[in-house]
């Protein structure tokens, strides 16, 4: 079994107990402190035995001329823990927070040969968008 947490900036201790496979990365306190410090920024984690082995990570925005948007930036599930609706349930709480943030729409994008996760994102009521989007990346940073 497994619980829901939506994490504040007291849970960073909690968020250092990430299973290995969660993040793709391991997580870094400096960054962590500072993403739970950022109102906009929101995290789901799962939780088993006070371990992180899922999470979902968002952006709640506003624009001067479009209603505020949740953008879901990552879904993670521990390999171990993968198949048992522990994703399905971080998405939908997910979802509920960006209605209670006053969102009025959410997106997030993934690969089209990403079965996982589109089969995720379609489980929960996601739409694939008709538009033709395309991506583009900018190194900003100079390496």
């Known amino acids: 079994m497994f619980t829901l947490k939506i994490l504040s900036t007291s849970d960073l201790p909690l968020l250092l107990t990430a299973t290995d496979d969660v993040f793709d990365n391991p997580v870094d306190e400096n960054l ?13 984690v799962a ?23 949740l953008w879901i930036n990552e879904v993670g599930v521990a390999a171990s823990h993968q198949g048992k609706g522990i994703g399905k349930a971080i998405m939908n709480e997910m979802l509920k927070l960006g209605k209670q943030l006053g969102c009025v729409n959410a997106w997030v994008l993934t690969d089209k040969n990403n079965t996982a ?11 694939i968008s008709e538009e033709e989007t395309v991506m583009y990346e900018f190194g900003i940073s100079g390496e």
């Open 32 to 44: 962590a402190r500072e993403f739970l410090a950022d109102p906009r920024h929101h995290i789901v």
């Open 117 to 127: 996760a589109n089969g995720l994102y379609k489980s929960v009521g996601g739409k």
């Open 47 to 69: 939780l088993v035995n006070g371990v992180v082995i899922g999470f979902a990570s968002a952006v709640h925005y506003i624009h001067p001329d479009k209603p505020p948007e």
